[in-house]
């Protein structure tokens, strides 16, 4: 695809940090690919950046940000706390939420949250929940064992070997083979920088701006190319009352007018 947008002459190189788990920028065969960087790239045609990506660990993401290491991160709703020590854009490039699944024989339906307490649910190891997990088990009056993973390949695996009842994911990782049976937490993606970095911030919002009213279908496009599968569960989300009022309701008659010849 390509954008009618004018290139400047001068570049300056942005260093874009990422978690190897991330969603939205990824190696493939050796190259940096996805969502985000495809935006980013789009930018460029018309600021003349460069990037430079640095793979960073969840665990060390505020401190790169804050002594300059990487210039620009992207994160959602899980890292909302940071918003006092770091600047966020106005601009957001889409939203997240987190999903939760079982196998799809598992005795567990939709928002079922006391068939959930006490289950055993794994979460991949660069998923940030921040509270979001914490605030949903207060709220619905339920607990759950915690394990983590280093990669989801395995934590599906341990699913379906019976390891774990349930797995936490984000809402660019649908699985349409299993049983969605829970869905919390939802906010904008946004680019973050360092308190120093207004400039950066600023010019990142109004270029952003740009390519959404040049482009507006650009968010669908890169959806699409990259997150192509948008059944997010093997059957129907029905909650356990919904269920049960299916399987026990008397029949339904229907009268139908047959027309004569």
């Known amino acids: 695809v390509t954008y009618p947008v004018s290139a400047k002459e001068t570049s ?13 920028i990824h190696k493939q ?22 990037y430079e990506y640095v793979p960073v660990e969840r665990s060390e993401s505020k401190e790169k940000l804050a002594d300059g290491t990487v210039d620009i991160m992207f994160v959602s709703q899980n890292m909302k706390y940071w918003q006092d020590e770091f600047l966020y854009s106005k601009a957001s490039l889409g939203y997240e939420y987190f999903l939760v699944y079982t196998m799809p024989e598992t005795d567990v339906y939709y928002d079922d949250y006391q068939a959930m307490d006490g289950l055993t649910v794994g979460i991949p190891s660069g998923l940030y929940l921040g509270e979001e997990l914490n605030d949903l088990m207060r709220d619905e009056d339920f607990t759950l064992k915690q394990v983590e993973f280093d990669s989801r390949d395995k934590m599906k695996t341990a699913l379906e070997e019976g390891e774990i009842d349930l797995f936490i994911t ?9 049983k ?8 904008a993606i946004y680019c973050i920088t360092s308190k120093q970095n207004q400039s950066l911030i600023s010019q990142f919002d109004t270029e952003l701006e740009e390519v959404k009213i040049q482009k507006p279908d650009t968010a669908a496009m890169l ?31 229907i009268s139908m007018r047959l027309r004569s010849h």
């Open 12 to 24: 300056e190189t942005i260093r874009v940090g990422y978690s190897q788990e991330s969603d939205f």
């Open 29 to 50: 065969k050796g190259e940096i690919c996805g969502f985000v960087v495809d935006y980013l790239e789009l930018i460029a045609q018309d600021t003349g950046w460069e």
């Open 170 to 178: 984000n809402s660019y990782d649908s699985h349409a083979d299993l």
């Open 180 to 187: 969605l049976v829970a869905r919390f937490g939802s906010d």
């Open 223 to 253: 959806l699409e190319k990259y997150f192509k599968s948008t059944s997010v569960s093997c059957g129907p989300l029905y909650t356990r009352e919904e269920q049960e009022y299916i399987e026990n309701a008397d029949p339904v008659k």
